[in-house]
């Protein structure tokens, strides 16, 4: 498709040189005054080089637009994409925090208790 592109911008080009130089050709073929020949030739070349450059300005700015919006919308997807693996990545840190505060919990109690014991069963012993 790029090659397609290319080929008619080509031949777009070529086309319009080659009305430049037909007209050209005409125009001092024609009997008329230098000065306003060469005056008709800086005005027509103008329009020309002005109608070539805003038609292929206008090609290459949709094109450019095209490609900002499917860029937007790429961006749009992977920042969607990292922000669902982030909340699962959040999500399974939490899970994990709360399991291991839960383990600390139990033994922290365990540890509690047996000291508890170890303290009645020495003060047994004492009395």
Do not use: C
Not at 3 to 25: D, K, P, W
Not at 70 to 98: D, P, R, T
Not at 107 to 120: C, G, I, S, T, Y
Request: glycine share 8%.
């Amino acid at each position: 498709m790029a090659e397609q592109e290319h080929t008619s911008g080509g031949y777009f080009r070529g086309l319009v040189t080659g009305v430049l130089i037909g007209a050209g050709a005409a125009l001092l073929l024609a009997p008329k005054r230098g000065e306003e020949l060469r005056e008709e030739l800086a005005q027509n070349a103008a329009e020309w080089k002005n109608a070539a450059n805003n038609g292929t300005l206008a090609d290459r700015a949709q094109e450019l637009k095209d490609r900002a919006t499917e860029l937007g919308q790429n961006v749009a997807q992977k920042a969607q994409e990292i922000k669902q693996k982030g909340q699962e990545s959040l999500g399974k840190a939490q899970e994990s925090a709360e399991d291991a505060a839960e383990d600390i919990t139990e033994n922290a109690a365990e540890v509690v208790e047996e000291a508890a014991d170890n303290l009645d069963h020495d003060a047994e012993k004492s009395v």
